[in-house]
């Protein structure tokens, strides 16, 4: 069902920083050189990925984001596209190497079906959100609790009790916004992915001795741990 849906009414929104920028912001690999790979890593899976889904693509990074808040920058950039004419908007980060072209397709499908489409992370944020026009109000959407833990209850509130209408759950994924992420998220990629993953990061090591190696690069890394910018809790995004 999910390969058969009709593309030319829905688009695929690529919302976040590029590689470079996410490298300054974000610390999820042990050294300066590691990080800027693995980023460019994340940031070039997510576009291979968007191009395999044979969907229409935009690429709204922070060279073109609109706005004050993240949340009015995410809003601003659903609403670019739909101005463009499409029905529906599914919209990720690149902070989730698990997410794959199936699960594109799924939520695709799930979209159209249902209006709306949330795929959640363990931290309670989201690494996928699809909307319609139907379901999206630019300026209630630009408020809700952003890059906290409580983003997915928000999005929950905003779906049935702003629109009066639930949203589909897509399968909880793990996203990367530190160094520490990595062991909850290599065991959900595949083989080939993971070697790359841990090829770039170097972390064939005891969990303690992970776990010392952050606490060291919290302490002597030249840059401010911020979450980024999707889908957003940690809110992937």
């Not at 009414?9 to 590691?34: C, G, P, Q, W």
């Not at 949203?167 to 062991?183: G, S």
């Not at 993953?197 to 890394?221: A, H, M, P, Q, W």
Request: some cysteine; overall charge positive; charged content about 20%.
């Amino acid at each position: 069902m999910a390969d058969s849906i009709h593309t030319h009414d829905l688009a695929l929104l690529i919302f976040s920083r590029t590689a470079k920028a996410e490298s300054t912001f974000k610390l999820i690999a042990h050294t300066a050189k590691s990080n800027e790979a693995a980023s460019n890593y994340l940031y070039t899976s997510v576009h291979k990925l968007a191009k395999s889904t044979d969907l229409p693509y935009y690429i709204v990074d922070e060279t073109k984001q609109e706005g004050q808040t993240f949340g009015c920058k995410l809003a601003n950039a659903f609403d670019q596209l739909f101005a463009k004419g499409f029905e529906y908007v599914i919209a990720i980060g690149n902070d989730c190497p698990s997410l794959t072209v199936s699960d594109v397709k799924i939520a695709a499908a799930k979209l159209k079906e249902n209006g709306s489409v949330v795929g959640p992370t363990k931290q309670n944020g989201a690494y996928l959100i699809g909307m319609s026009t139907a379901t999206f109000d630019r300026e209630i959407f630009a408020k809700l609790s952003w890059q906290c833990a409580d983003t997915l209850s928000s999005l929950n509130q905003y779906f049935d009790t702003f629109l009066y209408t639930s949203f589909h759950l897509l399968p909880v994924k793990n996203d990367v916004n530190n160094i520490l992420d990595w062991q909850a998220v290599l065991p959900s990629l595949n083989k080939r992915v993971k070697q790359i993953i841990v090829s770039i990061l170097n972390i064939g090591k005891t969990f303690i001795t992970f776990i010392k190696d952050e606490i060291y690069c919290r302490r002597n890394y030249p840059t401010t741990l911020l979450l980024r910018g999707p889908p957003m809790t940690s809110a992937t995004f």
